[in-house]
């Protein structure tokens, strides 16, 4: 057999049953072998590319963000756009060290946490359903959480659905589904315990996913370009050159939404040509969909991007976070979709993961997988679900928008249509290093050395402050 044909069988190929090997899925027996019975076929494939706190200051309730007071003399606001590690020990008022919320997280136009009113009613049902108890879940998770989180991702409509090649394994949020996909991908992916195949990792990226895959054990984790600074947007030349220059079968983690620092998605040609090289170079995509509904304000619009490559026949994963779109942020909810060439494939790929799971955490949590369920399972609720994630998305549009106009009202040199292309909860505001520390110096704009910044920290109230603010930084630095 040619090689092209080899390889164009499946990654997931080699899975076996409960034991598990390949170029693509192999899955050998790595480690503890399993009872004989449960050895059962040729070993499967999903082949590449076919396919400090410090307590609120007792002094005077001051709000971080609240436009009114004094503090340093000249400075009258404190406005966190991102995580804060040092905070001024000689003011009183920087308390707010429990930033890291800041950094991730949703906040209302009051600056305040929101639990989305769907999930509030979801829960007073739960909490009165009698019938409902603490038994341990299935390992691989709730069967309607699971079911219905990879049709969202995948559509109602999905050819792979209906034709039974797709799984869903529940996880502890989308990093569990990041983790526990290249914990199977290191060991039944592109031969047995491959620790050698390359996992590309966009530069810049969300930071965890070097730490996961490299936990996993991955040895050689490399960049694929993606940010270009001079003209604040996507490198596309140079991430298809990494593409194409890849070896064959290598592990690609993309973004399916809302790209995570720079806020930049590829637009529908671009992932096109994207997906063209890597069906072509053999490149596994592993998508992960921390945001579907957020960026855009729509489901669907949002998963495109899968959707795509699922109809362009590839074997794939796709890691999905309920973190932010339910905003159930400490319930630890995801979903790892397995999308295979063919049920037998996806059932072996379950099996192993079914492993992967009993040791990592066993069985997974109950509490945010019977809201989404609920939700996702009601037209009523789902509706309702769908009417919450427009207004978190619609919030962070608008406060794009009028950070942009006001910038290009006060003549802020430079361009700042980059503000309303990207999307999602971050943006890359373009300030150098110098910038972004005369803005945490002398206005108490707390933003990170990137210039990254999350728009949920921006509001009504403090956006002529932010605004004006980094006219003076861009106009003095
Ligand atoms: C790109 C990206 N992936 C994954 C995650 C992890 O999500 P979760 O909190 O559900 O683990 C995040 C969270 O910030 C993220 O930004």
Known sequence: MPRGSARARTAFSRAPVRTGSSRGFTAAPGGQPAPRQQRRGPAPTLGPAAGALRPPSSLSGHQPDAAAGSVHGAVATHVY???????????????????????VAYRTDEGQPWVLPVVRKVEQMIASNTSLNHEYLPILGLPDFRANASRIALGDDSPAIKEGRVGGVQSLGGTGA???GAEFLRRWY???NNTATPVYISSPSWENHNSVFTDAGFKDIRTYRYWDPAKRGLDLQGLLEDMEAAPE???????????????????????KQIATVMKRR??????????QGFASGCLDRDAWAVRYFVAQGFELFCAQSFSKNFGLYNERVGNLSVVGRDANNVQRVLSQMEKIARTTWSNPPSQGARIVATTLTSPQLFAEWKDNVKTMADRVLLMRSELRSRLESLGTPGTWSHITDQIGMFSFTGLNPKQVDYMIKEKHIYLMASGRINMCGLTTKNLDYVASSIHEAVTKI
């Open 178 to 180: 990041l983790r526990i």
């Open 81 to 103: 756009l991102a995580r804060v590690d040092v905070v001024s020990d000689e003011c009183p008022f920087c308390y707010q060290r429990e930033t890291l919320a800041h950094l």
């Open 249 to 271: 079968f290598s592990i690609f983690i993309l973004h399916a939404c809302a790209h995570n620092p720079t806020g930049t998605d590829p637009t529908q040609e671009q992932w």
């Open 190 to 192: 592109n031969g047995n």
């Open 282 to 291: 053999f490149l596994f995509p592993f998508f992960d969909s921390a945001y």
